[in-house]
C-alpha cells in the first residue's frame, strides 16, 4: 500500500442556482498503513473527503491518487471495480442489509468480487470470530445492539481484504463506553490487517487513537498533525 495523495483537489455543489464550495485546494498525503482522524466542525467537508479518498465522489479540480493510481481519471465501471476491489467502508448508520444475517453481510463484498465459496467462509467465519461475532452470524442486524452492528460493518470493511477502510463518524451512534471499545477493535483490526484506516470524527477518543490528524475548516485544511514527527504543518 503507497499513500493516498490529493493535490490541488476542489469541489463544488451546486444548489439550484447556488454553488457550494465544499473543498478548496486540498493538498493532503495520507501515509499508509496508519490510523488518521480528519476531524473539523459540522459542513467543514470532512465527509466531501471521504468520499473523493473513497472513489464514491469525483473532484471538480485536482488529483486524487490512490496506492499510485490515479482514480480521478478512471471510467465509472472502473472506480466501482476499484472500490469493491481496495476500499473498505463503515458508516455512522452501519449500512447493513436488514434482511441479511451477520454473516450474510460479511460475506456479501466477496460474493461482488467473485472469491470462491469455501474461501469466503473461511474468510467470514474468521472475521467474526476476530470482532468477537463468532456466536452471532445467524442474527439479522435488528437482533444485535448498535455496537455489534458496527462490529459487523468492520468485518463487512475487512472482507476483501482492503488497502485502505474509510469510517465516517464511526462512533457517532454508539455511547461512549461501546464507543471506546470499537475504536480499540477498529485499531487492532488496523493492526492485524496491515491496513490504512481514516476517519471523520469529533469523538475526542478517536483522537487520542489516531496517529495523525487533519483539521478542515470551511473546506480548507488548517494543520496536520502526525504522531511520531518532530514537527506539526501548519497552515
Ligand atoms: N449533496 C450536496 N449538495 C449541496 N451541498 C452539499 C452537499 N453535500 C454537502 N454539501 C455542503 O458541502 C459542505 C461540506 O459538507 P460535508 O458533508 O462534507 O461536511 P462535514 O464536515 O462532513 O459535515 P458534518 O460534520 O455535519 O457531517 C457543507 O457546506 C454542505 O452543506
Redesign the pocket.
Known sequence: MHSIILKHVG?V???DSVE????VDINLEILPRRFTVIS????????????LMGCIDRPDQGEVIVDNQPVHLLSDDALSDFRARHLGFIFQNFNLLPVLSAYENVEYPLLLTGVPAKQRRERVLGLLDAVGLADKGNNRPGQLSGGQRQRVAIARALAPAPMLVLA??PTANLDSHTGAAIIALMRKMQHDHDVSFVF?S?DPQVHAEADDAVF?RD?RITSIQRRDEPGTEKR
Open positions: 469541489k455543489y451546486h444548489l457550494v464550495p465544499a473543498l473539523g466542525p459540522s459542513g467543514s467537508g470532512k465527509t466531501t473527503l471521504l468520499n465516517d463518524e471523520s469529533h478542515l473546506g
